[in-house]
Every structure is written in structure tokens, then in C-alpha cells.
């Protein structure tokens, strides 16, 4: 293969890495480092030529094709049989004031975009980290902590996309241009192809009342039940999520948090402050109110809500989906999680789903379980120097505990590696819906070359 990954090398205008060359383990690095990458061959895309070519490299060749956007959701790692397309470096913004409207390349994150967005007072329906690859994140359905409820997935609202399937060929696919591919991209992923560019509507919204509040462990059962209440009456322009901290004392963290069980409750309300005060006004009567973040912020501060770590780490995760939040499901949680339960989980994330996030899409893609009530996962931080396979059972006890509420379907963006079962990606679609996916697969993939994923293989020839 090296006289012809010379000739490779030469027509591209991004860099092309092997294992042991400089720059490799910084290409393929990633935010969650339960999964690693190791492929044959890394190519560091500048532009969608570099994609479609590096397309047409691996299958020449042999090889899987796996897609590294910014590496903060873990999919399957890259082995030595793959060729890792890395889009970091395609990172055009342009943005359509009047139509509303931004058109990204594969390695935007939602920092620069919010930066660029709120110039013009308008918003993306934007992930809870600056550092959340947009792409990737409205691929998988695309769930906003900050509009969600009220404008629902980020999915619903893509307009066009660019992207390379597994021919090299490019395509630019809409509701009106090859729908039936584009509809597959939006929650299929990476499955269909490379996408390169997508377009998708912004939203006229430049500050919300928003923030957290901190709870102490102990004041758990009061808090879950008033945010039970809470969200039981919730308007669609108020997004929230719960989530149990369960840390070791890191000099880092506020006091409260440092080797302690806490709680925050995270809102985000897109309307009027005062309207805001008194929606959330239970909340803090729920129980003592150790830190109180929550107020009027401009749009471009959102990252301020959740303030999420940004350092990699290694961390298993277990995701699922609940049709409720009932008496029963608190008590669950607190047998499961909560003081004196001795679990190993150090976050418990509950999100508010409901709202426009019930609603169908104008044009159909694949991103289903509309009518699940709240999105959940576990996650556990891996100490440095132990390994990923012993920490991977820690959280499947609680997605065992919450099984009487348990949705019956699963979510494209709200599974993980350590989530995959027998039956792989076929419970994350509707039957009808998988059966679909499986027959454009098999159009446009037909050896499966898109497969380092949370794969959908192709139907077989009849």
C-alpha cells in the first residue's frame, strides 16, 4: 500500500497518518476515552474533496470507513482494518440572517457557532457543551437543553446536507433532493455516508432565564418529587433536566460537591424573566438551596447552565428513555442511587422530553420514541490506570430498577457503546422504520464499508 499512499498523500489537502507518526494520537483523540481509536490510517480532512477521496482510498483497499467529527460521543472504536476520516478541520460557518438559517461544515462545534449566531439574536437548538460537534449531535436527533421543549429536535429542523456516501460520490440531499437518503442521515448517522455540510433553521431567540440550582443528597426525595411536579406542568418554553452528582473530593469542586451526594436542577425558560421566576419558584421552596445560578443570560452563555467538565476522561455510560416520573420511579431512583445506596454512578441525568419533541417531523427521518416522557443515563467516571471492561455493568443496575417505567423503544442519540445488545441497532428504530434503513443501506452501502458505528447493516440480496 505505500507507493500508493504516496500518490494518496499528494492529492489531498489535509494530512494523512499512520500509527507511530507524528500528530496520529493527537488526530484521533477523543473526549470520552472509553472507546479508542486505532486505525490503519487517519486523514485529517480539509475539505469535502479530502472526504470524498479518502472514500474512494478505503475502498480500494479494503477498508471500513469510520468518522471522527469532534470525538465527544463514543461510538465503536476505529481498528486496524478502518480508515478514520477526521473533520476537525472543516470548520465553515455562514450564517443567513434574514433566511434564518446556517450552513456549517462537518467539524463546526457548537461554541463557534453560538459565538456566530448571536451577532445577528439568534440561536441553534444547541447541546449543553461548546464543544459538542453540531453535526454529529442533530445527526443522532439532537436534544437541546436550552429550546427543545419548544422547538423539538434539532433533526426536524435541517433543511439540506452534504454528503459522501460510500461510492466517494457527493450528494446534496433534501426534503426535495433524494428525501429518502436524507430522512436516513437523520438518525441513521453515520451509516448512509460522510456528511460534509449541513444547513438547518435558526431560531429568533437571544437571552433566557436560566441556570441551576444545588441540593444536598439528603434533600434528594424532595427535590425529585417537586421536579416531578414541576415538569408535570411545565409550558414547552421551559427546558429542564435533573441530575444526581455523586463525585470523589476533588479540590476542583464547590465544597458541597467534593466526595458528597448532591443534586442540580437545570432550567432553561424562553420567555419572560419574571414569568420564569415563578415557574421555577417550587423548585427553590423544594428544599435548602446550596447554589443558585439562575437568571437572565444572554443566549451565547448557555454552556453556563450545565456547566459540563471539558477535560477527556474515560466513562461508561447506560442510557434509556421513561414514559413517566411517578412516585414509584423516585423511590427507584433512591433505592438505586441515592443517600446510602453506595453506587458506584457518579451522574444521574434526567431530561425533560415532552413538548415540540413529541411532535412529528414535517418531512420523515428516522429519529423516533416522540411520545417518551424523560431521556436518562448513567454515567461512571473511570479511575486513571483501571480498565474500561471493569467499570462496563456500573449503571445497568439502574436502568434495571427503572424498568417498569422504561420506554419500549430506544433514541440514535441517547445510545452508547456499552449499550449494544443481540440484537444491535434494531430496537433504536420502529420496525417499519428499520426495515427502511435496511434497504437504503443496502442501496448505498451494500458491503457495509460504513460500519464503525452504531451500525444498521444492509438488507441481504433476495
Avoid: C
Avoid at 50 to 61: G, I, L, T
Amino acid at each position: 500500500m505505500n507507493r500508493d499512499l504516496d500518490t494518496f498523500q499528494q492529492s489531498l489537502d489535509g494530512p494523512v497518518l499512520t500509527p507511530g507518526a507524528p500528530g496520529y494520537e493527537e488526530e484521533v483523540a477523543v473526549y470520552n476515552q472509553s472507546v479508542a481509536h486505532h486505525p490503519a490510517l487517519v486523514v485529517g480532512a480539509a475539505s469535502p474533496g479530502d472526504v470524498s477521496a479518502a472514500v474512494r482510498f478505503a475502498r480500494a483497499q479494503g477498508l471500513g470507513v469510520a468518522v471522527l467529527n469532534t470525538g465527544h460521543g463514543p461510538s465503536l472504536g476505529a481498528t486496524d482494518e478502518t480508515l478514520l476520516i477526521s473533520t476537525r478541520r472543516m470548520t465553515d460557518i455562514v450564517i443567513d440572517a434574514e433566511r434564518r438559517t446556517a450552513r456549517v461544515q462537518a467539524g463546526v462545534r457548537f461554541g463557534p457557532l453560538v459565538e456566530e449566531t448571536a451577532r445577528h439574536g439568534l440561536a441553534p437548538l444547541a447541546g449543553s457543551s461548546r464543544g459538542v460537534g453540531v453535526v454529529g449531535y442533530t445527526l443522532g436527533g439532537g436534544a437541546s437543553p436550552t429550546l427543545g421543549r419548544l422547538y423539538g429536535w434539532a433533526s426536524d429542523h435541517v433543511t439540506a446536507m452534504d454528503v459522501v456516501t460510500a461510492d466517494g460520490e457527493t450528494h446534496h440531499v433534501s426534503p426535495d433532493r433524494e428525501a429518502e437518503l436524507f430522512g436516513a442521515l437523520l438518525g441513521g448517522k453515520s451509516n448512509f455516508g460522510v456528511v460534509t455540510a449541513m444547513e438547518f433553521a435558526l431560531f429568533p431567540v437571544a437571552r433566557l432565564y436560566a441556570g441551576a440550582l444545588f441540593f444536598a443528597g439528603e434533600d434528594a426525595r424532595a427535590v425529585l418529587e417537586a421536579y416531578r411536579r414541576f415538569t408535570g406542568s411545565a409550558p414547552d418554553a421551559m427546558s429542564s433536566g435533573l441530575a444526581l452528582l455523586n463525585f470523589p473530593p476533588l479540590p476542583s469542586l464547590p465544597p458541597f460537591l467534593q466526595g458528597k451526594l448532591a443534586l442540580t436542577v437545570r432550567v432553561s425558560f424562553a420567555g419572560p424573566p419574571d414569568e420564569g421566576e415563578r415557574l421555577v419558584a417550587p423548585l427553590r421552596d423544594a428544599a435548602p438551596v446550596l447554589m443558585d445560578t439562575v437568571g437572565g443570560m444572554p443566549f451565547s452563555e448557555f454552556a453556563a447552565i450545565s456547566m459540563d467538565p471539558t477535560d477527556p476522561a474515560a466513562a461508561v455510560e447506560h442510557f434509556g428513555l421513561l414514559d413517566e416520573m411517578a412516585p414509584g420511579t423516585v423511590d427507584a431512583l433512591l433505592d438505586t442511587v441515592g443517600p446510602g445506596s453506595g453506587s458506584s454512578v457518579n451522574l444521574v441525568d434526567i431530561r425533560h422530553l415532552g413538548g415540540a419533541y413529541a411532535h412529528p417531523p414535517a418531512t420523515r427521518n428516522a429519529v423516533g420514541a416522540r411520545d417518551a416522557a424523560y431521556a436518562f443515563f448513567g454515567l461512571t467516571v473511570v479511575p486513571p490506570g483501571e480498565s474500561v471492561a471493569d467499570h462496563a455493568d456500573s449503571g445497568r443496575e439502574l436502568v434495571e430498577a427503572l424498568t417498569p417505567w422504561l420506554h419500549s423503544g430506544k433514541h440514535p442519540g441517547f445510545v452508547g457503546p456499552a449499550d449494544a445488545t443481540v440484537d444491535g441497532t434494531r430496537p433504536v428504530y420502529e420496525p417499519g422504520v428499520y426495515a427502511r434503513l435496511r434497504a437504503l443501506k443496502a442501496a448505498y452501502d451494500p458491503e457495509n464499508m460504513l460500519r464503525v458505528n452504531h451500525n444498521i447493516p444492509p438488507e441481504p440480496p433476495r
